[in-house]
Protein backbone atom coordinates (compact mmCIF):
# COMPACT_ATOMS: atom_id res chain seq x y z
CA UNK A 1 0.00 0.00 0.00
CA UNK A 2 1.64 2.95 -0.93
CA UNK A 3 2.16 5.81 1.42
CA UNK A 4 0.13 8.58 -0.02
CA UNK A 5 -3.03 6.23 -0.29
CA UNK A 6 -2.70 5.49 3.64
CA UNK A 7 -2.36 9.27 4.39
CA UNK A 8 -5.41 10.45 2.53
CA UNK A 9 -7.14 7.13 4.32
CA UNK A 10 -5.95 8.51 7.13
CA UNK A 11 -7.30 12.54 6.78
CA UNK A 12 -10.95 11.26 5.60
CA UNK A 13 -10.69 8.88 8.91
CA UNK A 14 -10.22 11.61 10.75
CA UNK A 15 -13.16 13.48 10.19
CA UNK A 16 -15.34 10.94 10.18
CA UNK A 17 -14.71 10.08 13.38
CA UNK A 18 -14.95 14.03 14.89
CA UNK A 19 -18.54 14.07 13.85
CA UNK A 20 -19.42 10.72 14.83
CA UNK A 21 -17.59 11.73 18.44
CA UNK A 22 -20.01 15.12 18.25
CA UNK A 23 -22.73 12.97 17.67
CA UNK A 24 -22.41 10.64 20.33
CA UNK A 25 -21.71 13.70 22.67
CA UNK A 26 -25.00 14.58 22.17
CA UNK A 27 -26.49 11.81 23.43
CA UNK A 28 -24.92 11.28 26.40
CA UNK A 29 -24.22 14.42 28.34
CA UNK A 30 -25.61 13.31 31.32
CA UNK A 31 -23.18 10.92 31.54
CA UNK A 32 -20.45 13.63 32.83
CA UNK A 33 -18.99 13.62 36.17
CA UNK A 34 -16.06 14.46 36.51
CA UNK A 35 -13.81 17.49 34.44
CA UNK A 36 -12.98 14.88 31.82
CA UNK A 37 -15.33 13.77 29.13
CA UNK A 38 -15.59 10.39 29.79
CA UNK A 39 -18.00 9.44 26.46
CA UNK A 40 -15.77 9.11 24.09
CA UNK A 41 -11.56 10.44 22.62
CA UNK A 42 -9.96 11.26 19.34
CA UNK A 43 -6.46 11.49 20.21
CA UNK A 44 -3.88 12.30 16.74
CA UNK A 45 0.11 10.40 17.77
CA UNK A 46 3.16 11.78 16.53
CA UNK A 47 6.30 9.33 17.78
CA UNK A 48 8.46 6.67 16.99
CA UNK A 49 8.41 2.74 16.30
CA UNK A 50 10.34 0.16 17.35
CA UNK A 51 10.40 -2.97 15.23
CA UNK A 52 12.52 -6.31 15.62
CA UNK A 53 15.82 -6.57 14.19
CA UNK A 54 14.82 -8.92 11.00
CA UNK A 55 13.91 -5.57 9.59
CA UNK A 56 17.22 -3.52 9.88
CA UNK A 57 18.18 -1.05 8.63
CA UNK A 58 14.60 0.53 8.55
CA UNK A 59 13.92 -0.95 11.78
CA UNK A 60 13.29 2.14 13.84
CA UNK A 61 10.54 4.46 12.16
CA UNK A 62 8.21 7.97 13.00
CA UNK A 63 4.99 7.16 13.16
CA UNK A 64 1.78 8.60 13.34
CA UNK A 65 -1.62 7.66 14.60
CA UNK A 66 -5.31 7.87 15.19
CA UNK A 67 -6.75 7.22 18.18
CA UNK A 68 -10.73 7.13 18.84
CA UNK A 69 -12.95 5.02 21.25
CA UNK A 70 -16.31 5.83 23.05
CA UNK A 71 -18.35 4.16 25.78
CA UNK A 72 -20.24 5.15 29.00
CA UNK A 73 -17.34 4.99 31.16
CA UNK A 74 -17.39 4.44 34.29
CA UNK A 75 -17.03 0.82 35.42
CA UNK A 76 -17.04 0.01 31.72
CA UNK A 77 -14.03 -0.04 29.00
CA UNK A 78 -14.30 1.54 25.69
CA UNK A 79 -14.79 0.38 22.09
CA UNK A 80 -11.28 1.55 20.82
CA UNK A 81 -10.46 2.20 16.62
CA UNK A 82 -7.03 2.84 16.35
CA UNK A 83 -4.30 3.33 13.10
CA UNK A 84 -0.89 3.51 13.31
CA UNK A 85 1.18 4.50 10.23
CA UNK A 86 4.90 4.36 10.35
CA UNK A 87 7.97 4.38 7.37
CA UNK A 88 11.31 4.91 6.81
CA UNK A 89 14.22 4.62 3.92
CA UNK A 90 17.66 4.15 4.35
CA UNK A 91 20.74 2.68 2.45
CA UNK A 92 23.31 0.59 3.42
CA UNK A 93 25.68 -1.07 1.38
CA UNK A 94 25.32 0.32 -1.86
CA UNK A 95 21.33 -0.50 -1.18
CA UNK A 96 18.09 1.18 -0.80
CA UNK A 97 15.52 0.16 1.61
CA UNK A 98 12.57 1.41 2.03
CA UNK A 99 9.69 0.03 4.89
CA UNK A 100 6.57 0.85 5.23
CA UNK A 101 3.57 -0.18 7.49
CA UNK A 102 0.22 0.31 8.71
CA UNK A 103 -1.49 -1.14 12.15
CA UNK A 104 -5.52 -1.01 12.29
CA UNK A 105 -6.46 -2.31 15.63
CA UNK A 106 -9.97 -2.90 17.53
CA UNK A 107 -9.74 -3.44 20.79
CA UNK A 108 -10.92 -2.36 24.45
CA UNK A 109 -9.68 0.45 26.46
CA UNK A 110 -10.32 1.09 30.43
CA UNK A 111 -9.72 4.40 31.81
CA UNK A 112 -8.57 5.46 35.54
CA UNK A 113 -9.73 9.13 36.52
CA UNK A 114 -6.77 9.49 39.13
CA UNK A 115 -6.74 13.51 40.14
CA UNK A 116 -9.11 15.53 38.65
CA UNK A 117 -7.29 16.54 35.61
CA UNK A 118 -5.09 13.03 35.07
CA UNK A 119 -6.06 10.09 33.85
CA UNK A 120 -4.42 6.65 33.05
CA UNK A 121 -5.40 3.72 30.52
CA UNK A 122 -5.20 0.48 29.62
CA UNK A 123 -5.88 -1.07 26.26
CA UNK A 124 -5.60 -3.98 24.50
CA UNK A 125 -6.73 -6.12 21.22
CA UNK A 126 -6.34 -7.45 17.76
CA UNK A 127 -4.50 -5.59 15.26
CA UNK A 128 -4.17 -6.32 11.55
CA UNK A 129 -0.76 -5.25 10.25
CA UNK A 130 0.29 -4.31 6.52
CA UNK A 131 3.85 -4.10 5.44
CA UNK A 132 5.32 -2.93 2.14
CA UNK A 133 8.98 -3.50 1.49
CA UNK A 134 11.14 -2.91 -1.33
CA UNK A 135 15.33 -3.56 -1.64
CA UNK A 136 16.90 -1.96 -4.56
CA UNK A 137 20.78 -1.89 -5.91
CA UNK A 138 22.34 -1.18 -9.28
CA UNK A 139 21.38 -4.88 -10.31
CA UNK A 140 18.27 -5.40 -9.14
CA UNK A 141 15.21 -3.99 -7.02
CA UNK A 142 12.71 -6.33 -5.21
CA UNK A 143 9.41 -5.69 -3.56
CA UNK A 144 7.03 -7.64 -1.32
CA UNK A 145 3.69 -6.44 0.67
CA UNK A 146 0.96 -8.60 2.97
CA UNK A 147 -0.22 -8.51 6.03
CA UNK A 148 -0.85 -10.54 9.27
CA UNK A 149 -4.80 -10.89 9.23
CA UNK A 150 -7.16 -8.89 11.71
CA UNK A 151 -6.54 -11.73 14.25
CA UNK A 152 -3.08 -12.52 12.97
CA UNK A 153 -1.72 -10.01 15.48
CA UNK A 154 -2.37 -7.69 19.00
CA UNK A 155 -1.48 -5.16 21.07
CA UNK A 156 -2.03 -3.59 24.18
CA UNK A 157 -1.32 0.46 25.10
CA UNK A 158 -0.75 2.51 28.32
CA UNK A 159 -0.64 6.21 28.91
CA UNK A 160 -1.68 8.88 30.97
CA UNK A 161 -3.10 12.47 29.84
CA UNK A 162 -3.36 16.31 31.08
CA UNK A 163 -6.49 18.02 30.93
CA UNK A 164 -5.65 21.53 29.41
CA UNK A 165 -8.70 22.87 28.09
CA UNK A 166 -12.46 21.98 28.80
CA UNK A 167 -12.46 19.36 26.09
CA UNK A 168 -8.87 19.17 24.72
CA UNK A 169 -5.71 17.14 26.86
CA UNK A 170 -2.11 16.05 25.83
CA UNK A 171 -0.70 13.04 26.84
CA UNK A 172 2.08 10.12 26.28
CA UNK A 173 1.60 6.77 25.46
CA UNK A 174 3.73 3.51 25.22
CA UNK A 175 2.50 0.59 23.32
CA UNK A 176 3.02 -2.99 21.72
CA UNK A 177 1.97 -4.76 18.95
CA UNK A 178 2.93 -8.32 17.84
CA UNK A 179 2.28 -10.55 14.33
CA UNK A 180 3.70 -13.18 12.32
CA UNK A 181 4.31 -13.54 8.61
CA UNK A 182 6.81 -14.90 6.27
CA UNK A 183 9.26 -13.21 4.28
CA UNK A 184 11.70 -15.00 2.09
CA UNK A 185 10.40 -18.58 3.10
CA UNK A 186 11.21 -17.00 6.53
CA UNK A 187 8.68 -16.32 9.30
CA UNK A 188 9.46 -12.68 10.99
CA UNK A 189 7.94 -10.84 13.61
CA UNK A 190 6.66 -7.36 12.61
CA UNK A 191 4.88 -4.52 15.05
CA UNK A 192 7.25 -3.69 17.55
CA UNK A 193 7.06 -1.11 20.64
CA UNK A 194 5.56 2.69 19.85
CA UNK A 195 6.02 5.37 22.03
CA UNK A 196 5.45 9.09 21.74
CA UNK A 197 3.15 12.23 22.43
CA UNK A 198 -0.27 13.35 21.25
CA UNK A 199 -3.17 15.95 21.71
CA UNK A 200 -6.67 14.69 21.95
CA UNK A 201 -10.22 15.54 21.73
CA UNK A 202 -12.80 14.69 24.67
CA UNK A 203 -16.74 14.26 24.99
Do not use: C
Not at 113 to 128: E, H, K, P, Q
Request: proline fraction near 1%; charge should be negative.
Amino acid sequence: MKREKILSKLAVSTALLFFSGNFIQGKAEEEVEYPYYNNGNLNVFIGYKFLDKDWEPVDKQKEIGLRFDFGKGGFFPHIAFDVFVSSKKKTKDNKQYSLDTTEVRIGLRKYFDIFSIFRVWLGLGFANIYYDVDVEDIFAFSTAEGSTGLFGSYWGDFGIDLLIFKHFDIGILGSYSKGHLKENNEQVEIGGWHTGMFIGYSF
